[in-house]
């Protein structure tokens, strides 16, 4: 098993920053390839950004690359979403999630079902 703990959700002026962060505990972190995912109201949860065990890969959803960054440090379990640029259609309920993805499946990063533990997310409002 393995337990996802988000954290640095908040509220934010459009235009502003915010970096979610999301400690995980449990089995060996550095076997996991990390995502991001964000569901907002009425809306299907969707992807948002990847990476994988090593770090040295990484994947994000069209809207929002450029302006976000997924990274992690394996040292302290913990993989984070630096989200600048924000805008109010970011607004959502964000959450990591961890899973096993063998070395080629890249398309398998930006689906939900290629990740086997969820955390219980934290909000994200971006203000106009």
């Known amino acids: 098993q393995v337990q996802l703990v988000e954290s640095g959700g908040g509220l934010v002026q459009a235009g502003g920053s915010l970096r979610l962060s999301c400690a995980a505990s449990?089995?060996?972190?550095?076997?996991?390839?990390m995502g991001w995912f964000r569901q907002a109201p009425g809306k299907e949860r969707e992807f948002v950004a990847a990476i994988n065990w090593s770090g040295r890969s990484t994947y994000y959803a069209d809207s929002v690359k450029g302006r976000f960054t997924i990274s992690r440090d394996n040292a302290k379990n913990t993989v984070y979403l630096q989200m600048n640029s924000l805008k109010p259609e970011d607004t959502a309920v964000y959450s990591c999630?961890?899973?096993?993805?063998?070395?080629?499946?890249?398309?398998?990063?930006?689906?939900?079902?290629?990740?086997?533990?969820w955390g219980q997310g934290t909000q994200v409002t971006v203000s106009s």
């Open positions: 449990g089995r060996t972190f550095s076997n996991y390839a």
């Open positions: 999630a961890a899973g096993t993805i063998g070395y080629g499946r890249t398309s398998y990063y930006t689906k939900l079902g290629s990740y086997d533990y």
